[in-house]
């Protein structure tokens, strides 16, 4: 038995883990108590780590060899890793012999290491001589980064974590803490607790569970934060909220600001934003007036097509009100991935250099020219994401090397995305996982290592640099993204004109040295910079464990708060106030797209779920797809809570379950960004394959920051008329459950709708559901192969079919050691209404026999009946809403004390603590309830 410090791979908070492992087998994980990012807490997410990492996942989930197609849609075949990259070589060589060099471009991820970037970055812009390089933190943090250099002259964020037990009053906008960063939440909990005068403002259209712990909820109307923002200012100068002093000693540009605001009064605030005038008024009183004010921001200011100028009018609120550069205050932008933030430190963006140097600056490409000996770095500029896939549908993009990311679930627009990767000539897919949608359009597939193997380096979300371990060795012939990079890139030194005296990469392959070496390059050319580590060292790291930037030579500690002396890294040392005027959203409801789309992240999921969609037991909060919309609106349109409803935008269409949520506005639906075709599928009845939730999304994107507004669509909601439906469950062993999903994706398309999930906290074996819907009863030949999937063509399935009404029923019953019998699989085609207490005595392996024929009559409801445990709600407890319900019903006292009680007597949220904000929302809930059966 082995432990290994390491990072998580998920969010950016960047929570140190302790992995477990013996042999080449990761056992398990648990928070790492010295890590100053989380100090031993773990979320759902992290603390199942371990559990994704299992033999049975990775021999059904990984990508363990190289793999070539020699025709789009052919299966691939092994390759030796000399072969692919020889073929990668020439491929690429001949692309830009013919075509120049702008002709490729590189698409990578925020999860990839600094390492990982680093390499790519001086393959793209010093080797083949393009800026076609971008990355999926394109998607996540560039908003963030322009807001930060138009205010306060870098890429920085001020703040740190320790600030969050320093502020008096706490902004959160645009982002459900509770859920994207849960383990910064348990902070923020710990704050309130020790600090019960700490105010939390949460600024968000939706009532999420992060709203569960604030004071005050603005529920503004999507995308008019900036119109908030500016409504803020006016009246902080109105009621003299402002600080003068500070404004002249440190910025410029306020008077032009003071011009813009002034007509930005509390009624035409609270007219746009939707929000009552009293508590506009009183925001901008916390704000302004607090101790000390920290506000923490994310998606819902970055991926709007005004992301810039939303992130800028929120730091001219801190300059204006010198909320900045003290303990507790400042501008705090939350990271969305994992090392989102090394990727800006070296560049790794089509507009950026490394060590926060900008491409447009001619110095800027002259040093990095001279810090890697090449004659120069060229002066057009990178296709962003948006630009890079556009380019590639129009057939100026020939040749995409992918690394790391999965485009054809998370880009925008995926009807231009898929066009662009089925014309590009020649797709690279760098991946862990074989099982992403990108991977069926690479010509070429290229197994990378991941979590628990990695060597190198992240930043999370405060600037702290953290070391990344391998606990065991590479599976197969995995290999790390820089190393596969290198390879690549010498190979292709010697079939391009020659840029360098010697290569260019002299680093060493397949060698922890190797990322060592690269790494210690990254840090000279930092030498000066804004974000200085001359004077970290991996050994400093080692001994002395994660660190913050800036730490330049001479210093053993980096700096945890930046602008303390109000000193900021322009020309002038002065801020800059950011005059941008409100811009709605670019996609505007309207009489055919009536209601407003958002999308974000679930509590136990991560982006596209190659990771996390392996684990039953993180669908247990969540289930499957659906689009929630307010209870008054499917009303209206009579749509009962569970139909099926078809969400169409100008792109595209998806057909998915609705679900009533009173806790989103009129005219607005939210669907989970997790829900790519892995999950959800369908056809749209011209034999056209639904993509997901982006098939809806749109490409508009921020003229600054080029990020897409993912933020918001507008779209039409109408129930789907799909009147013949299957429901299938079945229990199948570890270790071909995944294959067996994999197996059932390409019939998932076979449908209008489509969606196949796992279930079950099981170790041993994991359920999995295949749930869909038609205008009329498919062949029986593919109901067939959906049972064999499901292990409903062995001996001893009970079966029941009348062809003419469209109806099939199949059951297998299993002989348990108590001498009952449980449900193992069933398959209801047709009317599935049964399907819930069906459903349930799988799924909770109640005794299925006495229930006998009814299992197999359609519409029949049981002899008995069948209680339900409920949904869980503790992940790590396996508690479930009923318990938690029926426990509250018993209790009294204050929120605090009911919660307590719960906690006491169930220990619901006494692990990770993930589910403390829906364990309050609940306590309010069953307060309101007592309070109103009181009347
Ligand atoms: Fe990982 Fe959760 Fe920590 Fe984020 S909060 S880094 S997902 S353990």
Redesign the pocket.
Known sequence: MRETKS?????????G?IIESAGAQITGVR?DPAHP??FG???????T?HLSATAEVTLQTRLLQPMRRTARGATPANVSWNDALDTATHKFAQVIRDHGPDAVGLYLSGQLLTEDYYVFNKLAKGLIGTNNIDTNSRLCMSSAVAGYKKTLGADAPPACYEDFDAAQCLFIVGSNTAW??????RRIEDAKRANPALKIVVVDPRRTDTCEIADLHLAIQPGTDVMLFHGLLHLMLWEGWTQPGYIAAHTHGFEALKRTVRDCTPECVAQVCGIDRNDLLAAARLFATSAATLSLYCQGLNQSSSGTAKNAALINLHLATAQIGRPGAGPFSLTGQ?NAMGGREVGGMANLLGAHRDLANPAHRAEVAALWGVPDIPSVPGRTAVEMFQAAADGEIRALWIACTNPAQSMPDQATVRRALERCEFVVVQEAFATTATCAFADLLLPATTWGEKVGTVT?SERRISRVRPAVPAPGATRHDWSAAVDFAQRLEALLPRRSAGTLFPYPLDNPAGAEAIWNEHRESTRGRDLDITGLSWAMLDESGPQQWPLPEGLSTGRARLYEDGVFPTPDGRAHFFDAAYKPVAEARDARFPFSLNTGRLRDQ?HGMSRTGTLGRLFGHVPEPVVQMHPQDMARRRIGDGELVQVASRRGAIVLPAQANADLGLSQSFIAMHWGEEALGGHDGNGQRLAGVNALSTSAFCPDSKQPELKHAAVRIAKAELPWSLLAMAWLPADTVLSARRALAPLMEKFRFASCVPFGADTQRCGLQFRAADERAPDDALLDRIEALLGLQAAGTLRYADRQRGQRRAARLQPRADGSAGLEAFLLGGDTRAGAWIGTLLREDLPAQQHGRALLSPGATPPTAVPSRGQPVCNCLNVTDLAIRSELARCSGSAEERLDHLQASLKCGTQ?G?CVPELRRMVRASAAEAATQLQ
Do not use: Q
Not at 9 to 15: A, D, K, N, S
Not at 42 to 47: A, I, M, P, V
């Open positions: 990072t998580c791979p998920y969010c950016g908070v960047g929570c883990v928070g990012a989380n807490r773990l979320c759902t997410k992290g603390s780590l994207a960063h849960p383990v910064l939440f994992p999370n991560w990770c993930s």
